[in-house]
Structure formats: structure tokens, C-alpha cells
T-cell receptor, first 111, second 116 residues
Framework: GQQVMQIPQYQHVQEGEDFTTYCNSS?????IQWYKQRPGGHPVFLIQ?????EVKKQKRLTFQFGEAKKNSSLHITATQTTDVGTYFC???????????FGKGTTLSVSS | DAGVIQSPRHEVTEMGQEVTLRCKPI?????LFWYRQTMMRGLELLIY????????DSGMPEDRFSAKMPNASFSTLKIQPSEPRDSAVYFC??????????????FGPGTRLTVT
């Protein structure tokens, strides 16, 4: 069935270091949504990528969609303690009516 | 807007008891989703509704689980009888689905269920 794989599962960084999480699929992704879940919280929408090769930025966060639409990445520059949480990517199902979530990458940051 | 509202926020019950989780989606949203989150299995889609109609319940783990959406502003997820392995955080999410453009989902705060 349709699956979205995320790596790494966990990442610990020192404050100020960069962080990247990757989202991969064996099939073509229709569109990618990224969500962030703070510890004890709920997933919150960050951004959506639709076009092949698309790059979007939100302050220190850079989101990319692969040229072949089979992968996506989220890069955080100079992490801060406020970046702590789990980052999920999600792809639309074939009907476009629901999302298939990856397992997420949990980021911890030490100051 | 108050966002997606879920109740209760925490539920502790004994094995065999019936559990009912409630969700009020964002006003105007026409799609509603129920998810279950555990450390082992991550975020799993259980069932979703479009315009109050269940579209796909293939994620519902067993017949012990049932969900209803009697109107556009209310949905329930019921577990009867509950088992310890049902312990998880249950999220409800809603979105405005036009059928044309993908749109983001808005999650509620979740219900943390513990079955002893």
C-alpha cells in the first residue's frame, strides 16, 4: 500500500546546529504536507508542497520537494530549543481525500 | 474560531468498559478525521467523513471500534468493550475539502485514553 518513509527516526543536536529530516516514497507523491507536533501537543500544519522541485522557506525552515516528486526534505538552520518536537510529512492518498502520515522525526535540542 | 474541540482530554477506564470520545470540528469544515497515535505505530488514520458520510473506515482496528457523525458539528468514536491495547492518544482533525485543491488538516488537542 501507499507508504511514506521518514528518516531519521530521532535526531539530537546542539543548539545552533542544523537539522534535516527526509521523507521518501517508492511511488510518486501527489503533494507533501509537513506538520510539527510539540511534546504533549497535537500536529500543527507547517506547509504544503505541490510542484516538482518546489522550495519554500519559513524563517529558518526550508522545505524542498524532489524533482521526481518521490522525496521531500525539511531543513532547519541554526536550531533553537523551540524547534523541539516531532516533524511529520504526509502525502495525499490516491483519492486525494485523506493523508498518509510518515512515522515522523523527533528532534531534541540541547542548549 | 475555537479550533477543533475534543472531549474528554483524558480518560482512564477499566478493561471491558465502553469509551466514547467526542469531537467538534471547525465550523464550516466538511471533512473530519479520527487518528490514533502510539509510540509503536505512530499516527494512524482510523476513519474519515466527508459531509457527515463515512468514506473510509479501513483503518478501524476491530469491530469494537465505531464512529458516527450525526451532523456537521459533532462526531463520536466509541470503543466497546475497551482493552488495554487501546491505550493511546486519539486525535480528531477537520478540514475544508473542496475536492479540487489539497488543504491542511486542523487537529484537536487529543484525548489521552488509558485502559487498565
Amino acid at each position: 500500500g501507499q507508504q511514506v518513509m521518514q528518516i531519521p527516526q530521532y535526531q539530537h543536536v546542539q543548539e545552533g546546529e542544523d537539522f534535516t529530516t527526509y521523507c521518501n516514497s517508492s511511488t510518486t507523491l501527489s503533494n507533501i504536507q509537513w506538520y510539527k507536533q510539540r511534546p504533549g501537543g497535537h500536529p500543527v500544519f507547517l506547509i504544503q508542497l505541490v510542484k516538482s522541485g518546489e522550495v519554500k522557506k519559513q524563517k529558518r525552515l526550508t522545505f524542498q520537494f524532489g524533482e521526481a516528486k518521490k522525496n521531500s526534505s525539511l531543513h532547519i538552520t541554526a536550531t533553537q530549543t523551540t524547534d523541539v518536537g516531532t516533524y511529520f510529512c504526509a502525502d495525499a492518498n490516491q483519492a486525494g481525500t485523506a493523508l498518509i502520515f510518515g512515522k515522523g522525526t523527533t528532534l531534541s535540542v540541547s542548549s | 474560531d475555537a479550533g477543533v474541540i475534543q472531549s474528554p482530554r483524558h480518560e482512564v477506564t477499566e478493561m471491558g468498559q465502553e469509551v466514547t470520545l467526542r469531537c467538534k470540528p471547525i465550523s464550516g469544515h466538511n471533512s473530519l478525521f479520527w487518528y490514533r497515535q502510539t509510540m509503536m505505530r505512530g499516527l494512524e488514520l482510523l476513519i474519515y467523513f466527508n459531509n457527515n458520510v463515512p468514506i473510509d473506515d479501513s483503518g478501524m482496528p476491530e469491530d469494537r471500534f465505531s464512529a458516527k457523525m450525526p451532523n456537521a458539528s459533532f462526531s463520536t468514536l466509541k470503543i466497546q468493550p475497551s482493552e488495554p491495547r487501546d491505550s493511546a492518544v486519539y486525535f480528531c482533525a477537520s478540514r475544508d475539502y473542496s475536492g479540487i485543491k489539497p488543504s491542511e488538516q486542523y487537529f484537536g488537542p487529543g484525548t489521552r485514553l488509558t485502559v487498565t
